[in-house]
């Protein structure tokens, strides 16, 4: 028995997709508050530029992915292809509202503004853990088991 891979460049972007998004968002958010020296508003500044920068780097690996989708010609209603989709979708959310709210939040601690509670890093974190999931999913089925050489 063998394994196939059905698209190598959609299993490296969706790999290093869910070890960004893990790396970051659940070890690197939390953890650079724990650093001697480090303030409220300078964590805030470097979260900022942090996650601005995952989010584009997100985006190569969803353009990638979908590219790929395009030229295999992947049905619309897949598993696999709904697999993508969701966290396709969450992007377009984190990046059009949450990025940008979060951003105003933390641009107002950095001022010494304190704002309204809010539950927007609970949305965004759920959000993180609902495209890790679907994004493994989909991981996992660019993957096949062939039978190459067996005799029946």
Same mark, same amino acid.
């Given at each position: 028995?063998?394994?196939?891979?059905?698209?190598?460049?959609?299993v490296?972007?969706?790999?290093?997709?869910i070890?960004f998004v893990?790396?970051?968002?659940?070890?690197?958010?939390?953890?650079?508050?724990?650093?001697?020296?480090i303030?409220?508003?300078?964590?805030?500044g470097?979260?900022?530029l942090?996650?601005?920068?995952l989010?584009?780097?997100?985006?190569?690996?969803?353009?990638a992915i979908?590219?790929q989708?395009?030229?295999?010609?992947?049905?619309?209603?897949?598993?696999?292809?709904?697999?993508?989709?969701?966290p396709?979708?969450l992007?377009?959310?984190?990046?059009?509202?949450?990025?940008?709210?979060?951003?105003?939040?933390a641009?107002? @601690?950095?001022e010494?503004?304190?704002p309204?509670?809010?539950n927007?890093h609970f949305? @965004?974190?759920?959000?993180?853990v609902?495209k890790?999931i679907?994004?493994l999913? @989909?991981?996992?089925t660019q993957?096949?088991?062939?039978d190459?050489?067996?005799?029946y």
């Open positions: 028995m063998t394994i196939q891979v059905k698209s190598p460049i959609a490296v972007s969706v790999f290093l997709w070890g893990c790396a970051i968002s659940f070890m690197e958010a939390w953890l650079k508050f724990q650093a001697p020296g303030t409220l508003s300078l964590g805030l470097i979260g900022r942090v996650f601005g920068a989010n584009k780097v997100e985006w190569v690996f969803a353009i979908g590219i989708l395009v030229i295999h010609k992947a049905p619309l209603l897949s598993t696999k292809t709904v697999a993508f989709l969701l396709l979708l992007l377009f959310i984190q990046t059009l509202w949450l990025l940008p709210a979060l951003d105003a939040r641009e107002m @601690y950095i010494d503004i304190i309204p509670a809010s927007l949305y @965004y974190a759920g959000a993180e609902i890790v679907c994004l999913i @989909y991981g996992i993957f096949k088991k062939t190459y050489g067996k005799s």
